[in-house]
RNA sequence: GCGGACGUGGCGAAAUGGUAGACGCAGCAGACUUAAAAUCUGCUCCUCAGCCGAGGGUGCGGGUUCGAGUCCCACCGUCCGCACCA
């Protein structure tokens, strides 16, 4: 019995592949195009198994499109720029530049080796000045425009490392290097107006109807819409007024305080001229931006000793205060606090002794009774009272009256906020894009003249120090100023590396392209029709990139506002996790069985086994790709990855798991190679009388047919595979001795063709070789794909269930379509029907046709 | 706290409101083999029953329906996202 040759094999058809070059294309106008792309990777190092989930997935969609005849254009790169190369810098003294460009060796290699069909004569790294000299431009038209400026903001700073830090980056209120508690600080940095477009972002979120739901939602809670009212409380007894904004314009009457976020420039101004407040303040900011430190920071506040004037009534007055809980980058940065219809407030004001007046009467409870005691009353429902000319209305009627009453006083205007916030795009790094801007002395930012891009990166930098290299590196920054020909500074910041991630969707429809892209051929190409990814980019990569298609469209460079018109977000890659008796984390290829059968580690004692969680370097429960490909091939490993879960939900790797993938691997190219009977030379005809169990079988076959593509088309890979294998199931339950007769083996031909064809998409090398010892022609990889025959797929006899009061009494063999009386009849003569019945009529019979009879005795 | 998803055999899972457990993993028994591997065949939701069969079963409790894993209500649990957002 011979074995699959995968080593052989997958060589010999990725080389013809390449050869034929057969994935790349070009733009066909009068083609159906298809573009189907996979998030492109950061180049970190070596692919483990979990990386390459979403790429098969990619591949199945892409090779599946082909054969129904789509153009389809899908391509690969790099999103080289980011910290982990830094990283390595510092703990190898390996250069970004070589450790990048080697991991892109290693990387590219690996995914050569798994078959994708890639168009590799677009491939693009984002670290290449022919990639990001566009995005320096497209900077400075964003500037021209008005989608990009400069501005002072409060910042997550780590003092050891002397840089900012993303969100992200901050762990435990910490820099997740250096452990220094980060802190809050005011700096100028460069951003983009995204929030020029935050109605469309949000509208046009519904006609995503290709996106999964849950991505939608997210993207709609990021932008965070709230409908409210800026109320103007002026100061008594100084010029000043404060700014606050609020949702709950109808709890006016119960306020009781005013504050102020520490960072609120009267804050700061009240703080030159008090120390008590300064050290206040400076405390605030450097409490850590942890959701762990936020959630136990008790709410504290700061008495300025002035008083706020109430909007509605001048005689009321109430104290201004200072407060942790207020965040300068929400609203105005300033709250009115209404204790008794919110539970922050609430606390402050317990805590400050501040009155709780409540303005909300519930329904149905009692004026003179109601108080307030622990808990808020925050449902929008009940009627107003204590609330002079609000009273008795319902609260949507008094947020609208005390909206129109804050107009007409002057005191404030109705108004809609947004949680987005405007990109901050400066990062203190070398590895990223250099910021085309030079500061001079004289004639403040001026842009790098386009005909001196490429900003470039310089070579010759130094990690030592702390900070960012740039910034310390002898000559780079200095430069002559373009406007005044006097002594300048480059920018020495680089561009987020969500910058480059943006818009590599559409470098790819023209990649060597030397413009940005070519005009014509993204109208060709966009959008991007199924797009594959980790739920984890559902808000920030997705919201930028759908952000910067309109900034570059409103600068000219395109015409389109979507990029992504389908997304997919398939799930993660698990693994169980080990630890040795001394608590290190142990690679699963370290773990073996002793004679006992227990789990031993190198150390031979017992091993602790952890919960399973995704495939993560850090608690080692990897699996390497090429430890995999070189023990199973690249179509075995590509089947397990589609075939035990749902693709949108994780996946856990076994061993046995891919032991499965393989056995069926040689099942099927033992069917091919070894048919159960002689085959006919190809493009026999099936004729004439079938045997029923052949015809049984021609007509699965037609079922499968229809049931596969159904399943490819709604991204259901998993029952794909069960499909496939039921096919190969019905193929093998035929006895040889009928098979070999009659029309027999043309119809197992055309059966062995057709599962030839279905795994080709999930499998490539393997269908290529099999398709071969089937004596065909040409290459699966150029083939249409097969078509169910409705006729065929019919079932003629089908399988009736009984029901006597809705339990299963019995089952009724029948012909398709059969007449209901009959059916009833024949349901009704069932002996364990009888029994059941005991004599009685039936007082009712349900007939779902080709499905059930239902009897209620 | 807010928003969302999910809960089915020993395990991964499948099931337009219509025979729950397809397909696979694991396990058990058998065939082939000197033996092993590979391969093939059969069995495997639970309880009672020798067999025929009967009863129960999709996190828990109700409801709608001839019929509910699927729809509705309430609860429990797990996971994910956001979060001092005014």
Redesign the pocket.
């Known amino acids: ?1 011979s ?1 699959y040759n995968f080593r052989e094999t997958e060589e010999k058809w990725q080389r013809v592949w390449r050869e034929r070059r057969l994935f790349e294309v070009s733009t066909k106008p009068t083609t159906r195009k298809y573009y189907v792309l996979e998030m492109f990777p950061y180049p970190s190092g070596k692919l483990h198994v979990g990386h390459v989930r979403n790429y098969t997935m990619g591949d199945l969609v892409a090779r599946y499109r082909r054969a129904q005849g789509f153009n389809v254009l899908h391509p690969m790169g790099w999103d080289a720029f980011g910290l982990p190369a830094e990283n390595a810098a510092m703990a190898e003294k390996v250069h970004p530049a070589a450790w990048t460009r080697e991991n892109i060796a290693t990387m590219r290699a690996q995914l050569q080796r798994m078959g994708f069909a890639y168009d590799w004569s677009r491939e693009i790294a984002t670290c290449h000045p022919e990639y990001y000299r566009h995005e320096q431009k497209m900077f400075l038209d964003f500037l021209a425009n008005g989608l990009a400026y400069r501005k002072e903001a409060w910042v997550n700073w780590d003092p050891v490392e002397n840089t900012v830090l993303a ?2 980056q901050v762990i435990d209120g910490r820099g997740w290097r250096s452990g220094a508690i980060v802190e809050k600080r005011l700096l100028s940095q460069w951003f983009l107006r995204i929030t020029a477009f935050t109605d469309e972002l949000l509208e046009a979120i519904q006609r995503l109807d290709r996106w999964p ?2 991505v939608r ?2 993207q ?3 932008i ?1 819409r ?1 409908e ?1 009212a800026r109320v103007v409380f002026e100061l008594a007894g100084r010029d000043e007024r404060v700014e ?6 109808d709890t006016l009457f119960g306020a009781s305080f005013v ?1 102020l ?1 520490p960072n609120h420039p009267l804050a700061q101004k009240l703080a030159a001229t008090d120390p008590g407040l300064a050290a206040f303040i400076g405390e605030c900011n450097r ?1 850590g ?1 942890s ?1 762990a ?3 136990t ?4 506040g700061y008495a300025t000793g002035l008083e706020a004037i109430h909007p509605f009534d001048r005689q009321r007055r109430v104290p201004l205060y200072v ?16 204790p008794a219809h ?4 609430l ?1 402050f004001a317990r805590k400050y002794g501040l009155p709780v007046i409540p303005v909300v009467l519930p329904p149905g409870a009692d004026p003179a009774g109601f108080a307030i005691g622990d808990e808020a009353y925050v449902e929008q429902d009940g009627t107003l009272f204590n609330s002079s000319f609000l009273d008795g209305l319902t609260v949507a009627g008094a947020k609208r009256a005390a909206g129109e009453r804050l107009e007409a006083l002057g005191q404030g205007q109705r108004t809609t ?3 987005l916030r405007d990109w901050g795009v400066s990062r203190q790094r070398y590895w990223g894009c250099p910021i085309p801007i030079i500061h001079c002395p004289v004639c403040g930012i001026v842009p790098v003249p386009e005909h001196d891009l490429p900003v470039t990166l310089p070579e010759d930098v130094s990690f030592d120090k702390p900070g960012n290299p740039l910034a310390h590196h002898p000559s780079w920054k200095h430069v002559r100023c373009p406007q005044c020909g006097g002594g300048a500074e480059r920018e020495t910041d680089t561009f987020d590396t969500f910058f480059e991630s943006s818009w590599y969707f559409l470098r790819f429809c023209s990649a060597r392209d030397s413009h940005a892209f070519d005009r014509e051929a993204v109208a060709y190409w966009m959008p991007v029709d199924q797009y594959i990814g980790g ?2 980019h ?2 920030l990569h997705l919201l930028y990139s759908r952000f910067f298609t309109r900034a570059l469209s409103r600068c000219g460079y395109l015409d389109l506002d979507e990029p992504f018109a389908g997304l997919f977000t398939q ?1 993660m890659v698990c693994h169980q996790t080990y630890r040795s008796a001394a608590g290190e984390w142990l690679f699963p290829e370290e773990v073996e069985r002793d004679d006992s059968g227990r789990l031993i580690g190198p150390d031979r004692r017992p091993v602790v086994t952890g919960r399973t969680e995704k495939m993560s370097k850090s608690k080692k429960n990897v699996v390497g790709l090429d430890a995999i490909v070189d023990t199973y091939g690249a179509d075995t490993a590509r089947l397990y990855l589609l ?4 693709p949108e ?4 790797w ?4 891919i ?6 691997v ?2 099927l190219w ?1 069917m091919v190679s070894e048919p159960a009977v002689a085959l006919p030379p190809p493009g026999a005809v099936v004729t004439g009388e079938l045997a029923p169990e052949v015809d049984m079988l021609r007509r699965v076959m037609h079922r499968t047919v229809a049931a596969v593509g159904d ?1 490819l088309d709604k991204f ?1 890979f ?2 794909a ?6 096919l ?2 019905a193929i ?2 035929v006895p040889p001795a009928v098979l070999g007769t009659g029309a027999g083996p043309a119809v197992l031909r055309e059966a062995l063709e057709t599962v030839t064809l279905l795994v080709g998409p999930m499998m490539p090398h393997l269908a290529e070789e099999m398709w071969q010892v089937l004596g065909r022609e040409g290459l699966v990889a150029e083939q249409a794909w097969p078509v169910a025959d409705p006729e065929l797929a019919r079932q003629e006899q ?4 009984v ?1 006597v ?5 019995g ?1 009724l063999e029948c012909p398709r379509d059969a007449e209901q009386s009959m059916v009833e009849t024949a349901a009704l003569q069932l002996p ?1 029907v009888l ?2 019945l005991e004599g009685r009529p039936p007082r ?1 019979v ?1 007939v ?1 046709p080709n ?6 005795a």
Request: aromatic residues 8%; charged residues 35%.
């Open positions: 019995m074995r969100n992200e739901e849950r939602l997210m709609e809670n990021w965070g709230s409210g606050v904004f609020t949702t709950r314009q504050a976020s409490m931006t959701e430190v936020i959630e920071a008790e709410k504290r407060a942790n809980f207020v965040l300068m980058e929400y609203g105005t940065g300033a709250i009115f606090g209404c919110d539970q922050r407030d606390e906020v947004f949680r739920v984890e559902a808000v799930g075939s035990d879960s749902p939900r994780d996946l856990e076994t061993e046995t798991g032991e499965g993938a393989w056995r069926y040689n099942r033992r399943d259901r998993n029952r595979v069960a499909r496939i294998r039921e190969t199931n093998e339950e089908v399988t009736i269930a029901q009061n809705g339990k299963l009494r089952t364990q029994r059941w009712k349900i779902v499905r059930i009879v239902s009897i209620v």
